[in-house]
Nanobody, 126 residues
Framework: QVHLVESGGGMVQAGDSLRLSCKFS???????????MAWFRRGPGKDRDFVAA????????DYADSVQGRFTISRDNTDDTLYLQMDNLIPEDTAVYYC????????????????WGQGTQVTVSS
């Protein structure tokens, strides 16, 4: 079983930065370095939307158009942790942010991910 725990959310003003973390833990035989990872978010009254994804080895990344150039996804396979650096935040970034993991593919579709964290709230005021 895979366990994901997000942290780093908070309340900030427009233009500020935040860094989210997602700590991975799992049972025997399951290793963070084998998993494709992603961040999704759910804003007030909205569906869960793709934010960013990263290959198991960090060799490739993908970003939603809305965050391209402002957010950076990264991972530390020696520490089993996924990160999302969020710069120049805007009120539209207000959401609960979730990390997700799967063994098969780096994808923008939440349906491809079978392991989810509980989420961390990010609130951006104008």
């Amino acid at each position: 079983q895979v366990h994901l725990v997000e942290s780093g959310g908070g309340m900030v003003q427009a233009g500020d930065s935040l860094r989210l973390s997602c700590k991975f833990s799992a049972g025997s035989g399951r290793f963070f370095r084998n998993y494709e990872m992603a961040w999704f978010r759910r804003g007030p009254g909205k569906d869960r939307d793709f934010v960013a994804a990263i290959r198991y080895n960090g060799g490739s990344t993908d970003y939603a158009d809305s965050v391209q150039g402002r957010f950076t996804i990264s991972r530390d396979n020696t520490d089993d942790t996924l990160y999302l650096q969020m710069d120049n935040l805007i009120p539209e970034d207000t959401a609960v942010y979730y990390c997700a993991a799967n063994l098969m593919t780096m994808s923008r579709s939440p349906a491809q991910y079978d392991n989810w964290g509980q989420g961390t709230q990010v609130t951006v005021s104008s």
